[in-house]
């Protein structure tokens, strides 16, 4: 409801901002491609968040709180933002800078660190013990 006031606020309330919830999974894939950008409020620990690794993935960039698991994974240089909510003047200021980014790198820097062929070999490391394993998700 607070985002809904916001974008009100802000002037965002035009045909291409939608507030989902509770949507099939072939469902909010599409609405990812097709978005501008997703963002994802949560405010308690909700674990990983993994519609934030389908965005990037999509090169949709992404805006989450620091409640999400995800925001590790995001390069808020070229990705998105992570905002400390209730925060609104920086949720403000994240949409805003989001019109400079570049889908197809977003992309392209996603699937260098969030596919399965990279992520599979880190967590089997990581079962076998080797916790010196360098988190694919981080820039080296």
């Known amino acids: 409801k607070q985002l809904k006031n916001i974008s009100k606020e802000l002037d965002l309330t035009c045909a291409n901002l939608q507030f989902t919830k509770d949507s099939s999974r072939v469902d909010v894939i599409n609405k990812i491609e097709l978005s501008d ?23 949709t960039p992404v805006i989450c709180s620091q409640y999400t698991g995800a925001q590790v994974i995001i390069d808020s240089n070229s990705q998105g933002k992570v905002i400390h909510l209730p925060n609104q003047k920086e949720f403000i200021d994240a949409v805003i800078s989001m019109k400079n980014y570049d889908r197809e790198l977003i992309k392209q820097e996603a699937q260098k660190r969030l ?6 070999p880190y967590l ?17």
């Open 115 to 120: 596919l399965p062929s990279v992520i599979v």
């Open 124 to 140: 089997i490391n990581i079962i076998e013990g080797n916790t010196n394993s360098f988190s694919p998700w981080f820039k080296k």
């Open 37 to 59: 950008l997703l963002v994802l409020p949560n405010i308690s620990e909700e674990g990983w968040g993994v519609v934030v690794n389908e965005a990037l993935l999509l090169g």
